[in-house]
């Protein structure tokens, strides 16, 4: 009698302990995708951040260049913004 309670204790025991094991097992594997779906989520952010930094990075270099150019036509060569009564404007007339 006392081999049979042994042995209905023990294989109670192995199937709690496979049915833990198991458990554990399926809750890393969602908290391993569940990551995984954020990790990717987080590399297309940044691919997308990265694209609009480049964009600004290049409009800020244009702007630097037109401050240059704009600098260098007034200092060195003397050129001025003419007032809006000096300006000369001209249309385009386009023929078919």
Known sequence: MLKVRYKIISITT???LAFVSSYKLVLQ???HRNTFSNLESLK???EELSFQSN???EEVQYYKNQISLRKFASENLGMIVPDNQHRVYISRRLDK
Do not use: G, N, V
């Open 14 to 16: 192995i199937a709690t």
């Open 44 to 46: 297309l952010k940044r």
């Open 29 to 31: 594997t969602y908290d």
């Open 55 to 57: 964009i600004l990075i």
